[in-house]
C-alpha cells in the first residue's frame, strides 16, 4: 500500500510526556478505541507506561462498526486478556456496563488500601485515547447525569476537575490523548479516513481510493446499493469513482466528472456511518494490545 503520512516526532514526545504527567494521577484507565479500527487506534506504548495499573478497554462507535466483527474483536481482546466491554457514546449504550466493569477491576487496589487502612478513597479513573475516539463525548454524557467535584489535588493541573461517575469512582473531566501510529501505512489509512489524523498530513484522494478498494471486496453489496451503481470485482477504482459521480451528480460544467467532489462525498458518508457499518481492521489480526 503506498499511503505516506506526514508526522512529526517532536508532537509524539509532547503527548507522551503529557500522557506520563496524567497518568501519575489516576488508579484505573480506560482505553477508548475505535470499533471500526480496534487494531489501528490502540497504542502499545501505553501498555508500557500503565506499569501495574489496571486498564479496560472500551470499543465506541460500534453504531458504526460491523457488528458481526464487533462480537469478534470482543473475543479476540477478551482472549488476550483484556477486560472489554462496547460502547456507543452517541446514545449512551454501555456506559452503564462500562462503569460496572472499571469498579471491577479497581477491586485490587482498594482491597490493597484496606489492607494498609486506607479507606473512603475513591479509586481515579481517565478516558484515554487516539484523537476523535470519542473520548469528549463519553465525559460530557458522565458529566451530564453526575456532579462535579471541584478538584484542590496536587497534580491537577488548573480546570481539570474530579467527576464523581459512581460511588467511590471519580474521573478526570480531561481525556489523555494518545498518539496515533504512523509507521505501518495500513495503520495510517486507518486512522486517516476516520479521522483520527488531520487531513493536512495526507493525500485524502489515495485514502478515499484505498477505502472504495477495500469496501469494493470487503462489502460491495453496501456500496452497488448506496449508490445505486454496479461495478466487478476487478473494476479499476477510478471507474467506480466515476460511477459514483454520475449517480450523485458530481460534475461540473460541460458535464465533467468532479472528482474532487466526490471524493469529499465518499469520505464523509463513510465517517458519518452513512454508508453502512464497516469495519476495516479485521479482528483475527494480531493485535497489539
Ligand atoms: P475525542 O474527544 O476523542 O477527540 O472525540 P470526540 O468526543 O470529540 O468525538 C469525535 C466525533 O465522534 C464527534 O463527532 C462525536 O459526536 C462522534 N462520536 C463519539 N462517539 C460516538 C459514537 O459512539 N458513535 C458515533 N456515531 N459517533 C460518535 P463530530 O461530528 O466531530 O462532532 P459532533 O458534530 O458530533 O459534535
Known amino acids: 500500500m503506498d499511503f505516506k503520512i506526514q508526522w512529526f516526532p517532536g508532537h509524539m514526545t509532547k503527548a507522551k510526556r503529557m500522557m506520563e504527567e496524567q497518568l501519575k494521577l489516576v488508579d484505573v484507565v480506560v482505553e477508548m478505541l475505535d470499533a471500526r479500527i480496534p487494531r489501528s487506534s490502540s497504542n502499545p506504548m501505553l501498555i508500557q507506561m500503565l506499569g501495574q495499573k489496571p486498564k479496560i478497554v472500551a470499543l465506541n462507535k460500534t453504531d458504526m462498526a460491523d457488528p458481526v466483527k464487533t462480537d469478534k474483536w470482543l473475543e479476540t481482546l477478551k482472549n488476550s486478556?483484556?477486560?472489554?466491554c462496547k460502547v456507543d457514546c452517541s446514545s449512551g449504550k454501555g456506559v452503564k456496563?462500562?462503569?460496572a466493569m472499571i469498579q471491577q477491576v479497581a477491586k485490587p487496589v482498594t482491597e490493597k488500601w484496606l489492607k494498609r487502612g486506607v479507606r473512603n478513597r475513591a479509586i481515579?479513573?481517565?478516558?484515554?485515547?487516539?484523537?476523535?475516539?470519542?473520548k469528549s463525548t463519553l465525559i460530557n454524557r458522565l458529566?451530564?447525569?453526575?456532579k462535579v467535584?471541584?478538584?484542590?489535588?496536587?497534580?491537577?493541573t488548573r480546570g481539570q476537575q474530579w467527576i464523581t461517575i459512581a460511588k467511590g469512582l471519580e474521573l478526570l473531566d480531561t481525556p489523555g490523548v494518545l498518539w496515533p501510529k504512523f509507521e505501518d501505512p495500513e495503520v495510517g489509512f486507518c486512522l486517516a479516513v476516520t479521522g483520527a489524523i488531520k487531513e493536512d498530513v495526507y493525500d485524502r484522494a489515495t485514502a478515499v481510493e484505498?477505502?472504495?478498494?477495500?469496501?469494493?471486496?470487503t462489502y460491495p453489496q453496501d456500496l452497488?446499493?448506496?449508490?445505486g451503481i454496479e461495478f466487478e470485482a476487478d473494476t479499476p477504482v477510478?471507474?467506480?469513482l466515476a460511477k459514483i459521480a454520475v449517480a450523485r451528480g458530481c460534475l461540473k460544467a460541460g458535464g465533467v466528472l468532479d472528482i474532487a467532489k466526490v471524493i469529499q462525498l465518499v469520505l464523509r458518508d463513510f465517517r458519518t456511518g452513512k454508508l453502512g457499518r464497516f469495519t476495516l481492521d479485521e479482528p483475527s489480526e494480531s493485535n497489539n494490545n
Do not use: C, F
Not at 481515579?124 to 470519542?134: D, K, L, Q, T
Not at 467535584?149 to 491537577?156: E, L, M
Not at 452497488?224 to 449508490?227: A, D, F, H, I
Open 81 to 84: 486478556g483484556l477486560p472489554v
Open 97 to 99: 456496563q462500562m462503569i
Open 124 to 134: 481515579r479513573v481517565m478516558i484515554v485515547g487516539v484523537p476523535n475516539v470519542g
Open 143 to 146: 458529566v451530564g447525569r453526575t
Open 149 to 156: 467535584v471541584a478538584a484542590d489535588r496536587p497534580g491537577v
Open 210 to 217: 484505498i477505502l472504495v478498494e477495500r469496501l469494493m471486496s
Open 224 to 227: 452497488q446499493t448506496k449508490y
Open 238 to 240: 477510478r471507474d467506480v
